[in-house]
């Protein structure tokens, strides 16, 4: 029988401002910039700062006028890395099988775990109450028999929840729902909805294949018809083999303008680029993949003669990978970016990079290395090459 968590760290990159700095407890903290930086978005809102109506990738500018008082921050990359790291490592003590989605988002396969850790409802409890001991952090956390179904529950009972549907309760927990709760339903697809008095998934249900696909595309349509009989609905990127790595963030709302995009694709580059070192690995090819509100997908890879070699190459070589595909103006709900044909680093190659990219990816190297033997260090790097956004 097949068993996953979704686990999902609460405000993520705002709680663990709270946790370095008590005296943000309980206030309305937003991190993503300071009031009057340049085309600044919110890249994350505490509990606190969301009652105002803040959320991310909200314009920082807006923001401001909603919560005036809130506690106004620029990310800290390296520290919420450090965080994740060990919040990853936590999970892998739990399963050999963790899907890193993200930063702060990740699925958790404890199928055939109940001879070690007991029933999986209270594996999911133990892993609660572990990450919170040894973080000081909170993570909200769904159980179910398939990954979408895991991902809803996982957002039910937010923050430092735990949301279990049980084996063959799949779909009488979908047909309960509002379409709002709809996971990878975006605003123009809740248009629709409201269009066609399609208010729950109980009525949603009653539909047929061929009307879903009339109203909502071939995709979108057949996505839908799985998602509300509480069928495996949503197909999450693998990329944990030795010949690949991947991460993707999926938003809560439809992203449309570019830089609150680019802010996301850097994100991504965080988590790929300490993987990457961790593992003593090197790639040349790498991978885009563009999910837009309308759930069409669309992906494409490149392969360069030098292997990535530092955060800064990544960033930039993805960047023009995305503007490539881009379609400007459509809403996007979900960004990936993968890094294909893995080989082992090989230090020989580095007369290939020229002398600053070898400097650089040095330097991260010992970053890395400082935050692994001194978990409190919070080492981090400065990103004088974003300077002029």
């Not at 949301?163 to 697809?189: C, H, N, Q, Y």
């Not at 009525?203 to 009989?229: C, D, H, K, P, Q």
């Not at 300490?274 to 991978?287: F, K, P």
């Amino acid at each position: 029988m097949k068993c996953f968590i979704h686990a999902d760290l609460d405000a993520f990159y705002a709680s663990v401002e709270q946790l370095d700095h008590p005296e943000y407890r309980g206030k309305a903290v937003i991190v993503g910039g300071l009031p009057g930086d340049r085309r600044s978005v919110v890249s994350t809102a505490s509990y606190e700062a969301r009652k105002f109506g803040v959320h991310s990738a909200m314009p920082l500018a807006q923001a401001v006028k909603l919560c005036p008082k809130g506690i106004y921050l620029r990310g800290r990359m390296k520290r919420y890395q450090e965080k994740s790291q060990e919040i990853m490592a936590i999970f892998a003590d739990f399963s050999p099988d963790v899907q890193q989605l993200s930063v702060d988002e990740a699925f958790i396969d404890i199928s055939g775990m109940e001879g070690l850790f007991g029933p999986p409802a209270g594996l999911a409890q133990k892993l609660k109450n572990t990450i919170r001991e040894k973080t000081g952090l909170t993570v909200s956390v769904g159980l179910a028999s398939n990954k979408y179904i895991a991902k809803i529950a996982s957002g039910m009972s937010k923050p430092d929840g735990l949301f279990v549907i049980p084996l063959g309760d799949e779909e009488k927990f979908m047909r309960s729902l509002p379409v709002s709760k709809i996971w990878g339903a975006g605003e123009k697809t809740q248009e629709l909805f409201k269009k066609h008095s399609i208010r729950t998934c109980e009525e949603l249900s009653r539909l047929s294949l061929g009307v879903l696909t009339s109203i909502f595309g071939n995709a979108f349509g057949l996505f839908l018809y799985r998602a509300v009989r509480g069928e495996p609905a949503e197909v999450f990127d693998e990329g944990r083999g030795t010949h690949s790595m991947s991460a993707e963030r999926t938003f809560d709302y439809d992203l449309y303008d570019e830089f609150a995009i680019e802010t996301a694709l850097l994100d991504i580059c965080q988590t790929l680029i300490w993987r990457l070192l961790d593992c003593e690995w090197q790639s040349r090819t790498i991978s885009i993949k563009i999910r837009y509100e309308d759930f069409s997908t669309e992906g494409v890879r490149e392969t360069s003669q030098d292997p990535v070699s530092t955060l800064n190459d990544l960033y930039k070589r993805l960047q023009d990978l995305f503007h490539k595909k881009y379609r400007p103006g459509r809403g996007v709900r979900l960004l990936g970016a993968g890094l294909m044909n893995l080989e082992s680093f090989s230090p020989r190659q580095s007369d290939l990079f020229n002398t600053g990219d070898e400097k650089e990816r040095r330097l991260e190297q010992s970053i890395l290395e400082i935050n692994k033997k001194f978990p409190n260090a919070a080492v981090k790097r400065g990103r004088t090459w974003l300077a002029d956004e």
